[in-house]
């Protein structure tokens, strides 16, 4: 019985030490071969709050690990989009949808010769309470 009570405390352990344990988001993306990425945009009413302090936290542990390696936005838009080698994406915001109860990032990155479109952006949806990533987005952005 101690034998049982024990490899239960262990595994009770090991599930909290891996929940608490930061999704590496990158590893998360590519180990799945993109499956989490769709093209279109989140269709969640997003509220910018970019000067909320704990939101701005929040995202700068997700903004360290998808702006180190800069050929991973890239990858994500080249799914959908042929985009020239000299693209460049920004990050533009984190912003928040209460009613889903989702937080978003969204980055930019400009067309070089904005005929049609006036560039590409990803937008990476994560859970309010949980804060796993949900879903990734590419979109071609028409010039308005």
Known sequence: MKIVNCGLRISSVLVLFLACTPQ???????????A????GRYQGSVRV???????????????????ADPAFLC???DRF?????TTGFRFMYVGRDSAARRIILRYFAFAPKPFIIAGWQVQFVFDGQ???????YALEVPLE
């Open 24 to 34: 590496n988001l990158v590893r998360t993306v590519s180990a799945a071969d993109y």
């Open 36 to 39: 989490l990425v769709q093209e």
């Open 49 to 67: 709050m970019n000067n909320d302090p704990r939101l701005k936290q929040l995202a700068e542990g997700w903004r360290r690990q998808i702006e």
């Open 75 to 77: 990858g994500i838009a």
């Open 81 to 85: 989009f042929s985009l020239p080698d």
């Open 130 to 136: 949980s804060r796993r990533l949900k879903a990734v």
